[in-house]
Every structure is written in structure tokens, then in C-alpha cells.
């Protein structure tokens, strides 16, 4: 995702095709954020799923309006340091003539910076999804703008701006593994250890009140992770857009078997919030290997991540950190699997000629590997809970004991989302207070 430099003889021009292609491909992202809206929503109780949407959805909002002004130019600008990017013709998206050419590439820069800002409206909203029940929506609102400006956009700088300093190591990171999420699950866990637990955790009943909801936003970030993933190679002219097309399908489709035969194995039964949570850590795995590994490499991958992204999601009832829905356990753990699997079967036939050791390539893009990683995290780990403890101390993150526990949506969007009154009062009161059948895969451990 990274300007290149080209001989004026060389130069490109604009491809309408690849143009066409990447405008498509950054409709199909900007579709993930209400998809994993609906995938959140659903996994929450009756009482927060309007906040559950609504942390995704604020993000479209805030991030975009950031990223106009400054964002874009922090992420891609000339380098400073290995650290941030600036460019002043780049402020307020000035001086970008339109059919100016992203350097190295056939397409516009007004179509590459909005293919990136889908990623990073995206970014912040996963990390939501630990904080269910429990955050106030200005607090929210806030985090996310000041998170975006110093995590998320000098990570991307980091990993695809020319002169980040793991753009310049040689970390690969196809698509997001450590700046979309590593970086979100890090976050998650920064602020989840500074505002605690929800009320009720481990002893209180917390299900999820919606699994076709589960299911659909599943389907929808399936569906958009095609853009997410066979777009960032920014065309479609080698066939290594294709490449990845193809690998992000087999590794969800092995994820999905991966989380289940563990689930089967250790819970006893097959649930459809166990397939679409296998697919969801099948997408994060394969999203930064999918351009250096072999189809055959990403049944590996996904299967791996299926199998230890399941067996993850129960160490916050081990450690007693209260993760809501998991953002840890498949987000940061899917995208740290995914990233240093490269070290492991990248093939060397994909995006790039780097070889993992099981092509005979040695260890040492392994190791490159684990420094994005590691870096990665430890950054949006620490600044992430100071930024949240900031917050906490000056206008509070929480809302109060009594708004938690009557019910989020109406305390803090004055909604409810499901409407019973006109069912009658026999109907509604059934509707509301019918117990929800088990449908968890993730149980607390004895």
C-alpha cells in the first residue's frame, strides 16, 4: 500500500479498470463497520443493542471527518522519523488534482486515500466491541477521536507508509494484521483493565439476545473482507489481488471447521455463534499472510486460528479481564497468528519473493514478523489505557451502577430496539421476558 518510486519513462497511467475495481473494493469495506454492527448487536442483551450499533456506526462519522483534515496525511505523508507521515497539500485533502496518480500505481489519490479511510473508520469500531454495557457514548465519541489521531494513524504509517519503520524492516502486513488488528485488540485490552469489569460479569446470565443478527453481520464482513483484502494490493493486473481473493475464502472456510470441531470437542455441540466467531477469526488470520502463502498455506492458517481463537476467548474468565465480545481472543490473537504464521509458509510466489521457514526461507522474516507485532501492541496497548484513563478521570468512561443494569440504549440514545407495545400486552410481556435458549460456545471454564 506504499508509494513507489518510478522512472518518469515508466511512469503509469491511469487504469480505469484497476480504478473502477478499487472504488468497488472500498464500498465493500465501508460495508464492514454496519456489518460488524450487526455482528456486535447481535451477540449483546436485548438492553445495549441500539449502543452496540451505534459505537460502530459513530465511527463513519468521526473518523472520516479526521481523516479529511489531518488523518490521511499523518498516515501517508512524507516521513518523519520512521514514526509519522505530514504532507500540507494534503490537509483538508487540498491541492489533489483528480486524476493525479497514487506514486507507483494506476489509480488516483483521491481513490487510494478513501479506500484507506474505510480501514480506518473500521479500525476503532472493533475495538467496541470489549466495552458492551458499560461506556458512556460521549466518552466513546471522544476516544475515538483522540485514539484515531495518535494510534491509528501513526500505525499505518508504520506498517504501509514509505519510511514507517515496519514498511522499512520489512514487515509484510497485507492487509491489517498488525495495524487494523493487532493494533484494535491491543486497544481493547488498554481499555478494558483501566474501566473494569460490567456488572454481573461471570454471574449473571449474558447471552446473546440475537444470533441470526450474529449471523447476518457475519455474512456482511465476509462479504465486504473481499474488498478489505484482494483490494490492497491497489489493482488487479499481476493476479496477486486474486491470490488473495481465493486465500480469504479457503482460510474463513477452514476457520469455520477449526472453531467447530474444537467447540464439538470441548462443549459438545456445534452453535452458530461458534461458526460465525470461526469465520470472523479465519478473515482477521488470512488478512495479513494472504498475499505470501499458498491456498494450501491458508487451510493452515485459518484451521490454526479456528482452533487457538476458540481456545482463547476463555482465558478472561481465567484472568478475570472482562472482554465482552471477544475482541481479545479473536481479533488481537487472530492477527497476531496471522502475522507471524508468514514467518512459517510464505511461499515466496505470492506477493513478494520472502520465503518462510517452511519454504526454506530460515527464520528470518519470522523474526521481522514478531517486531510489527510486538511493537504494535505494546504502542496501542499502553497509549490506549492511558488515553482511557485520562478520560475516566476527567468527564468519567462509565455510565453509573443503575444505567448498566436497567439498560444502556435507553439511558444513553433514550431507545429501545425492539418495539412490543403494539403486540399486546400478554404478547409483549412474553416476548420480553421469555429466557433465551443457550446458544454460547464460549462457556465459563470450572
Not at 63 to 85: E, H, K, N, R
Not at 136 to 162: C, E, R
Not at 314 to 341: N, P, T
Not at 418 to 443: H, I, L, M, N, Q
Request: proline share 3%; net charge negative; hydrophobic share 55%.
Amino acid at each position: 500500500m506504499a508509494p513507489a518510486i518510478t522512472l518518469a519513462a515508466d511512469a503509469p497511467t491511469l487504469s480505469a479498470a484497476n480504478t473502477g475495481f478499487m472504488l468497488i473494493c472500498s464500498a465493500l469495506v465501508m460495508l464492514m463497520t454496519p456489518g460488524l454492527a450487526f455482528f456486535y448487536g447481535g451477540m449483546v442483551r436485548v438492553k445495549s443493542t441500539l449502543n452496540m450499533l451505534m459505537m460502530s456506526f459513530i465511527s463513519l462519522g468521526i473518523v472520516t471527518v479526521l481523516w479529511v483534515l489531518y488523518g490521511f496525511s499523518m498516515a501517508f505523508g512524507t516521513d518523519s522519523g520512521g514514526i509519522v507521515g505530514w504532507n500540507s497539500d494534503w490537509v483538508g485533502l487540498s491541492d489533489i488534482g483528480l486524476t493525479e496518480l497514487w506514486d507507483g500505481y494506476t489509480i488516483p489519490v483521491f481513490v487510494f486515500l478513501v479506500f484507506q479511510l474505510m480501514f480506518a473508520v473500521l479500525t476503532p469500531a472493533l475495538i467496541s466491541g470489549a466495552l458492551a454495557d458499560r461506556v458512556k457514548f460521549t466518552a466513546w465519541a471522544l476516544f475515538i477521536a483522540l485514539w484515531a489521531t495518535v494510534v491509528y494513524f501513526p500505525v499505518a504509517h508504520w506498517v504501509w507508509g514509505a519510511g514507517g519503520w515496519a514498511f522499512e524492516l520489512g514487515v509484510i502486513d497485507f492487509a491489517g494484521g498488525t495495524a487494523v488488528h493487532i493494533n484494535a485488540g491491543a486497544a481493547a485490552l488498554g481499555v478494558i483493565l483501566v474501566i473494569g469489569k460490567r456488572v454481573g460479569f461471570k454471574k449473571d446470565p449474558m447471552r446473546p439476545h440475537s444470533l441470526p443478527l450474529v449471523m447476518l453481520g457475519a455474512g456482511l464482513l465476509w462479504f465486504g473482507w473481499f474488498g478489505f483484502n484482494a483490494g490492497s494490493w491497489l489493482g488487479n493486473d499481476d493476479g496477486v489481488g486474486a491470490l488473495m481473493f481465493v486465500n480469504t475464502q479457503v482460510a474463513t472456510g477452514a476457520a469455520v471447521l477449526g472453531w467447530l470441531a474444537y467447540e464439538k470437542i470441548r462443549h459438545g455441540a456445534f452453535t452458530t455463534l461458534g461458526a460465525a466467531s470461526g469465520a470472523v477469526s479465519g478473515l482477521v488470520a488470512i488478512t495479513p499472510a494472504g498475499g505470501a502463502v499458498s491456498p494450501l498455506g491458508a487451510i493452515a492458517v485459518g484451521l490454526i486460528a479456528g482452533v487457538l481463537c476458540a481456545m482463547a476467548v476463555g482465558l478472561k474468565y481465567r484472568f478475570g479481564y472482562d472482554d465482552s465480545l471477544d475482541v481479545v481472543g479473536v481479533h488481537l490473537v487472530g492477527g497476531i497468528l496471522g502475522s507471524l504464521l508468514i514467518g512459517l509458509f510464505a511461499s515466496g510466489k505470492g506477493q513478494s519473493e520472502v520465503q518462510g521457514l517452511f519454504y526454506g526461507g530460515g527464520l528470518d522474516q519470522f523474526w521481522k514478523q514478531c517486531a510489527g507485532v510486538f511493537g504494535v501492541l505494546a504502542y496501542s496497548l499502553v497509549v490506549s489505557a492511558v488515553l482511557a484513563f485520562l478520560l475516566d478521570k476527567t468527564i468519567g468512561m462509565r455510565v453509573s451502577e443503575d444505567d448498566e443494569v436497567a439498560g444502556i440504549d435507553q439511558a444513553q440514545h433514550a431507545e429501545t430496539a425492539y418495539d412490543f407495545s403494539g403486540a399486546g400486552g400478554g404478547a409483549a410481556r412474553t416476548a420480553v421476558t421469555a429466557p433465551v435458549a443457550p446458544a454460547e460456545s464460549k462457556k465459563v471454564d470450572a
